[in-house]
């Protein structure tokens, strides 16, 4: 019988180079079998790059749902989730070459009980239920079209809040007026009319509009700095209230924001009219809110990493 003689080192360090290829991010696109090809994408969210709120290191899973001609693509190589990581993550699948598919990323934090899919009809439900000032709502999200190629191309796609962030700051001069009589220890934020609770994955369309009231929730410990129009340094803030809205495109609800003691008596009840907000727009309401006369700014800053890019 002849024998064939094998040589292990060959395939040792080609099984080494393809690890490395596969740590490095995309691997190479090299000889697609039959008529598929890789496809890979680099996924990347916005980082302020130190701690805070909405800094966007939460955020540790991507979901990456693939479509063709609106059909779902149940294979598990293709359809599948995988982790993030400083803001960074790695898809890669093969599909067949001279097809069209529609890619959703959507980027969230791992076992969070606040957004449920039906791959199947691409909709995506929005639970507003539990208390506010939860980081773990946080998402990214983007739809991505490719027609597959033979030597696709590795791309980068970055992903966008497709909510808006509706923010309330306490002035100095107010926090140290509830300080000396009632300190504010709580806040809870209602909206009328204007948060939605479904999201077709594929077009962005929203439905299911109505009011939505976030439980009262600790304030948070670190300032919202807000720098106004004119302003030559941002000024800080008490940071009262933080919520994400799933919002269509722009709205102007009316907003209730309540603030508690820490008996849970109400100290203030403060009712602000026609609250602009705008998807991946952070909205900033600061100033003397509980004093007479009151005195508030609104300040809408253009997506969360300020610049002019808004999911569209």
Same mark, same amino acid.
């Given at each position: ?13 080609? &099984? ?12 190479? @696109? ?24 909405? /800094?966007?290191?939460?955020?540790? =899973? ?6 063709? =001609? ?6 598990? /190589?293709?359809?599948?989730? +995988? ?38 009809? #691409? ?26 190629? /033979? ?15 509706? =923010? ?9 007026? &509830? ?7 709580? #806040? ?24 939505? &009231?976030?439980? !009262? ?11 106004? !129009? ?12 933080? @919520? ?17 003691? #820490? ?16 998807? @991946?727009?952070?909205?900033?309401? +600061?100033?003397?809110?509980?004093? !007479?006369?009151? !005195? ?9 990493? =300020?610049?002019?890019? +808004?999911?569209?």
């Amino acid at each position: 019988m002849k024998q064939i003689k094998v040589n292990m080192n060959k395939y040792l360090s080609m &099984a080494a180079l393809a690890l490395a290829l596969l740590a490095a991010g995309c691997s190479k @696109n090299v000889a697609p079998d039959g008529e598929e090809a890789v496809v890979c994408f680099t996924l990347e969210t916005p980082q302020i790059g130190t701690k805070s709120v909405a /800094d966007g290191q939460s955020v540790n =899973n991507v979901r990456c749902i693939a479509y063709r =001609n609106g059909r779902l693509i149940e294979h598990s /190589d293709v359809t599948k989730t +995988v982790p993030m990581s400083g803001g960074k993550a790695t898809y890669e699948t093969r599909l067949i070459i001279g097809q069209t598919y529609k890619l959703v990323f959507w980027a969230e934090v791992k076992g969070n009980a606040h957004y449920s899919f039906d791959y199947q009809d #691409a909709e995506l439900t929005v639970s507003y239920a539990g208390a506010g000032n939860d980081e773990s709502r946080d998402a990214f999200y983007k739809v991505v079209e490719v027609t597959v190629a /033979d030597n696709q191309a590795p791309q980068t796609v970055t992903l966008k809040r497709p909510f808006a962030q509706l =923010n309330y700051g306490l002035s100095a001069a107010d926090k140290a007026l &509830a300080d000396a009589v009632s300190p504010i220890v709580k #806040a809870s934020v209602k909206l009328d009319d204007a948060a939605y609770t479904k999201m077709n994955l594929l077009s962005g369309e929203m439905s299911g509009a109505g009011s939505v &009231a976030f439980p !009262a929730a600790p304030v948070l410990e670190e300032p919202l700095m807000v720098q106004a !129009a004119g302003a030559s340094a941002p000024t800080a803030y008490t940071y009262l209230a933080m @919520n994400y809205i799933l919002v269509d495109r722009e709205v102007s609800p009316n907003t209730t924001l309540t603030l508690y003691d #820490a008996s849970d008596a109400v100290v203030a009840t403060v009712p602000v009219s026609l609250v602009p907000l705008q998807r @991946n727009y952070r909205t900033n309401v +600061v100033g003397n809110l509980i004093s !007479a006369p009151a !005195a508030l700014n609104i300040v809408v800053e253009p997506s969360f990493e =300020n610049d002019k890019n +808004v999911v569209k």
